[in-house]
């Protein structure tokens, strides 16, 4: 059983929801990256997603964004994220690492280098965005036999077939993009993505966390009602772009805390 894995059997014995949130490695400079990972984790993270900085992003808002670009002019690279986990690991053996990224720097790599990169640093996954189930089996069978899992996304104009071929590639959880539209963007609703959760969990067979939109306490709240995991980025970028550098990690841990705590209050978690 892999580590994502064993956290959502710990979190659903203990009546929690799983908190996911995102930075993107080497923003705002690549020394902040272990300690901004580290302030996730005091904050009440249960898992990280590390975003791996691209120059041509698809699914990633304004935000996210300015955020790789901030990371790329640093010199941050695929090999420097995975540097940035292999020191975290040494001083965290338990919290689980996703990658989020796009194919690019991946196939720049290698994809069998890459995977075994990755599970020698210390990742558990990744979800690669322009890696679609069904031209990805390659990398899918790599990343398997690694012991690692392949997260994927799911929208909703996702299709029952879309459901199937996620539920026979994917594993550790699938990420459910809440609106149609980047990350960052407003309007979720509430209603829509409760009826829908359900049977996109009976179709998968894993967890389902929801992202995309998420900004505050509120909205983490709802969504933790009905998700078996919140995943949140952009406005954690926010964060640590307005900051002052000195203050950067301190606020992001702070505001994790703040989401940590309304998650916990939404589903009356065991103490």
């Known amino acids: 059983m892999s580590r994502i894995q064993l956290v959502f059997q710990h979190l659903q014995a203990a009546g929690r929801k799983a908190l996911i949130p995102f930075i993107t490695a080497g923003d705002p400079d690549g020394e902040a990256t272990v300690p901004l990972m580290q302030a996730l984790v005091a904050g009440g993270a249960d898992i990280i997603e590390l975003g791996v900085p691209f120059s041509d992003p698809m699914a990633d808002g304004p935000t996210i964004q300015r955020a790789s670009e901030r990371a790329l ?6 090999v420097r994220v995975l540097d940035a986990v292999r020191v975290f690991r040494a001083g965290d053996a338990v919290t689980p690492v996703v990658l989020m990224g ?3 720097p991946i196939e720049a790599m290698g994809q069998a280098a890459f995977v075994a990169a990755a599970r020698d640093a210390g990742v558990d996954g990744a979800l690669v965005v322009d890696y679609p189930p069904e031209e990805c ?6 990343m398997r036999a690694a012991g690692l899992d392949q997260i994927f996304l799911l929208a909703p104009t996702s299709s029952e077939q879309r459901f199937r071929d996620v539920a026979r590639a994917g594993s550790g959880y699938i990420y459910y993009v809440s609106l149609k539209g980047v990350t960052g963007a407003a309007n979720l609703d509430f209603e829509e993505i409760g009826r829908r959760l359900p049977r996109i969990r009976a179709a998968v067979g894993m967890p389902v966390g929801v992202g995309f939109g998420i900004r505050d306490a509120e909205s983490a709240r709802k969504i933790g009602a009905f998700a078996d995991a919140v995943v949140i980025g952009s406005r954690i970028i926010e964060e640590i772009e307005t900051s002052p550098r000195a203050r950067a990690v301190a606020n992001v841990e702070t505001f994790v805390r703040g989401i940590r705590a309304a998650l916990d209050e939404s589903v009356g978690a065991k103490a």
């Open 102 to 104: 796009y194919a690019n």
């Open 137 to 142: 089996a390659d990398f899918t069978a790599r």
């Open 73 to 78: 002019a640093g010199g941050m690279s695929l």
